[in-house]
């Protein structure tokens, strides 16, 4: 072959055209700074990843709720308040214990009783609060204010006591046993009797 002029291609040849350059400000930053931008979006990558797997782990049981407070407590009869005021025609003046089993502190914040012919007084006057696996003691006095409304003989006397702890308020009747029944059936005896003479 001889001859002037270009060359030209032979059979299944093709000419190779290199891509053009990118251009612009945001390709020259990308080429010289390929290795940190390949890097941050590697580790973006592992950071979205274990944010994914924390936010989507189990969680823990939520603790139970504490117990209801009538639940929690005891409140048991121990003896009557002998040789101090308050006794026979004065009313009936007896000591009952409230221990606090478990869960938050109880506060009592009323007490009462059923009879229409009784009234209550306690010692420590309602509200009061205890504590957690603690007992306190209180005296609690039932006087006669009318004679036809007290029971003559009442067979399962109760407490009415309202309770209140974190979680709810309770009105709750509490029977205090045969003992506290047999004493304050004497009490309404003798007070009674001493009223109609």
Do not use: W
């Amino acid at each position: 072959m001889s001859g002037i002029g270009p060359v030209e291609p032979g059979e299944d040849t093709r000419v190779q055209e290199t891509p053009p350059r990118p251009r612009g400000r945001l390709a020259l930053i990308h080429g010289r700074h390929r290795r940190i931008v390949l890097a941050a979006t590697a580790t973006l990558a592992v950071l979205a990843g274990g944010g994914y797997l924390y936010a989507s782990r189990p969680q823990p049981p939520p603790a139970p709720p504490p117990p209801y407070p009538s639940q929690a407590i005891d409140l048991v009869y121990v003896a009557p308040v002998t040789g101090s005021p308050g006794t026979a025609a004065d009313g009936f003046s007896f000591t009952v214990l409230l221990s606090v089993r478990s869960g938050p502190p109880v506060t009592v914040t009323r007490l009462t009783q059923p009879y229409d012919g009784l009234s209550v007084t306690s010692s420590p006057a309602a509200p009061f609060q205890t504590k957690s696996h603690s007992a306190r003691k209180i005296v609690v006095t039932l006087r006669v204010t009318e004679c036809e409304k007290a029971p003559r003989n009442p067979g399962l006397p109760f407490l009415d006591v309202t309770l209140r702890n974190a979680r709810a308020i309770e009105a709750h009747s509490f029977i205090l046993g045969t003992r506290y029944a047999r004493d304050l059936s004497r009490t309404l005896e003798v007070a009674c009797s001493n009223d109609s003479r």
